[in-house]
């Protein structure tokens, strides 16, 4: 069964520097979104892409983060200057189809702990 | 803008039990409804998805209700086993003005664990 693929699972990094995490979304899929889940609280949405371009953000979603879509296959969120509270799990999702019939599938998280 | 609510945040019962896991969401104009199982430090799994014109539906011992018009849904598990303990997230997609809301709203969870 197709399923989106994170990378990497881990990541520590020192404040101020940047990160680059990657997802492979289902192949067939349109619709490409980043979530976030600080330790003890709820998934936040963060950010949602469909052909080429961000179709909305929260208002977490500020000018140190990006995404880019750089391949046919890729779909990465950059974090510019890393800050201590950006330490969170980071889930990428897809979905076919948006609306009533829509179901977001989520990939595994990447853990990122910043130090 | 919307909230979503679960409760209880924490349900412990003995294997074999049936229950219900509860979610409430603020705001009524939703697109559909989602119910996700989360194991400790890993991802979403998606169990089941609820348009917002059904009023349930069925996935092997997983039954979901919706109420829209409440605010309502609810997680029926049958015949509960250890393997089922995780936590149970709740996700609503709001329709938002003249656009297709891309965003889902979470639910806190409730942990729950099943013992033998």
């Known amino acids: 069964e197709p399923e989106v693929t994170q990378t990497p699972s881990h990541q520590v990094t020192q404040m101020g520097q940047e990160v680059i995490l990657r997802c492979v979304p289902i192949?067939?899929?349109?619709?490409f979104y980043w979530y976030r889940q600080i330790l003890g609280q709820k998934v936040e949405f963060l950010v949602s892409f469909y052909n080429n371009e961000i179709s909305e953000k929260s208002e977490i979603f500020d000018d140190q983060f990006s995404v880019e879509r750089p391949d046919g296959s890729n779909f990465t969120l950059k974090i510019r200057s890393t800050k201590l509270e950006d330490s969170a799990m980071y889930f990428c999702?897809?979905?076919?189809?948006?609306?009533?019939?829509?179901?977001?599938?989520f990939g595994p998280g990447t853990r990122l702990l910043v130090l | 803008k919307q909230e979503v609510t679960q409760i209880p945040a924490a349900l412990s019962v003995p294997e074999g039990e049936n229950l219900v896991l509860n979610c409430s969401f603020t705001d009524s104009a939703i697109y559909n409804l989602q119910w996700f199982r989360q194991d400790p430090g890993k991802g979403l799994t998606s169990l089941l998805l609820?348009?917002?014109?059904?009023r349930e539906q069925t996935s092997g011992r997983l039954n979901a209700s919706l109420d829209k018009s409440s605010g309502r849904s609810t997680l029926y598990i049958a015949a509960s086993q250890p393997g089922d303990s995780a936590t149970y997230l709740c996700?609503?997609?709001?329709?938002?003005?003249?656009?297709?809301?891309?965003?889902?709203?979470f639910g806190e969870g409730t942990q729950l664990t099943v013992n033998p």
């Open positions: 192949s067939n899929h349109l619709y």
């Open positions: 996700a609503v997609k709001s329709i938002r003005g003249e656009t297709s809301g891309s965003r889902l709203t």
């Open positions: 999702a897809s979905s076919e189809l948006q609306g009533v019939y829509e179901t977001q599938y």
């Open positions: 609820i348009q917002s014109s059904q």
